[in-house]
C-alpha cells in the first residue's frame, strides 16, 4: 500500500492510485493524476492537468507540470503527460504545453532525467532516453527513442534530435540530429554515428556497417543533399534500418546538421 506523508498537501480533485507513495512536504495540486507504483519524493510540486502512469519515481524538489514559460501562455487549459517507468532526479522542471503547438508536452517510458533537467513546453521525448545533468530542452523540440544527451547540453526550438542519436556534453543543437548519429561542438556537428550505442541495443555487424554506409553518402561523399538522399532511399527496401534516417532528413524543416 502506499503512503502520502502527513505533511504532504494532496487536492481532493487530485487522483492518485492506492500505491502511489509521496513524500513529506509535497505539493500535488487538482487535475493531477498518478498511476500505480509511483514514488513522489520530498518537497515537489506537482500542477494539473497532468498525468503520471506507473512505477515513476520522482525524486526531490522537482516541480512538474507548472505552467510553460512562455509569454504568449494566457492560462489555457494544456496538459503535461508522463509515461511510465521514469526516473526524473532532483530538481527537474517539467513543464505543460501551449496553444500554439499541440498543447501538450509528453514524456514517454523508460526515461532517465538526471539532476536539473528541464524540459519545456510542447516538447515530444520518447522512450528509452538519458538526459544527464543539466540538460535543458527549450519549446517544441522533439526527441526519439533512445537519446543521449550528455551533460550541460541542450537543443534550440523546434529541433528534433533523432532516435538513437547521442549528443555531446556542453553541445548546442541548433539544427536537426539525424538518427543514429554522434554530435558535438557548439554549434553541434557530426562527429560521426553512435556505433557503441547501436551495439549494446543489438543492432548487428550488418546494420551498422549499413548505417556507417548511410553517414558517408551524406557527409562525406561531396554529393549534393537530394543526390545523398536519393541514394540512401534506394537502399532502405533492404535495408530496413535506414528507414528512419531517410524519413527524418525528408522532414526536416530547420535544415540539419552538417
Not at 51 to 59: K, P, V
Not at 108 to 125: E, F, K, P
Not at 242 to 255: H, P, T
Amino acid at each position: 500500500m502506499g503512503t502520502i506523508h502527513e505533511t504532504a498537501i494532496v487536492s481532493p480533485e487530485a487522483t492518485l492510485d492506492d500505491s502511489v507513495v509521496v513524500g513529506a512536504y509535497t505539493v500535488i495540486e487538482a487535475n493531477v493524476q498518478i498511476g500505480a507504483g509511483t514514488v513522489v519524493g520530498s518537497h515537489c510540486v506537482i500542477k494539473g492537468p497532468t498525468t503520471i502512469g506507473e512505477r515513476n519515481r520522482i525524486f526531490q524538489f522537482s516541480s512538474i507540470g507548472e505552467e510553460p514559460q512562455d509569454k504568449k501562455y494566457a492560462g489555457e487549459d494544456t496538459r503535461l503527460e508522463i509515461g511510465n517507468g521514469n526516473t526524473i532526479r532532483e530538481y527537474c522542471t517539467l513543464n505543460r504545453g501551449t496553444t500554439q503547438d499541440a498543447g501538450v508536452t509528453r514524456i514517454g517510458d523508460n526515461n532517465w532525467l538526471m539532476a536539473y533537467v528541464h524540459i519545456a513546453h510542447d516538447c515530444m521525448v520518447g522512450s528509452e532516453t538519458i538526459f544527464a545533468n543539466n540538460v535543458t530542452l527549450a519549446g517544441h523540440v522533439t526527441v526519439g527513442d533512445y537519446v543521449i544527451f550528455g551533460g550541460f547540453s541542450g537543443a534550440h526550438q523546434f529541433c528534433r534530435v533523432g532516435a538513437h542519436a547521442f549528443i555531446a556534453n556542453n553541445c548546442a543543437v541548433t539544427r536537426d540530429v539525424p538518427p543514429y548519429l554522434m554530435a558535438a561542438g557548439q554549434p553541434a556537428v557530426p562527429r560521426g554515428i553512435n556505433s557503441e550505442g547501436l551495439k549494446r541495443r543489438g543492432f548487428d555487424a550488418g546494420q551498422i556497417r549499413n548505417i556507417k554506409e548511410a553517414f558517408r553518402i551524406m557527409y562525406r561523399s561531396g554529393l549534393r543533399l537530394e543526390e545523398a538522399r536519393e541514394r540512401i532511399t534506394a537502399v532502405v527496401p533492404e535495408q530496413a534500418e535506414l528507414a528512419i534516417f531517410a524519413s527524418f532528413i525528408e522532414a526536416s524543416e530547420r535544415s540539419f546538421v552538417r
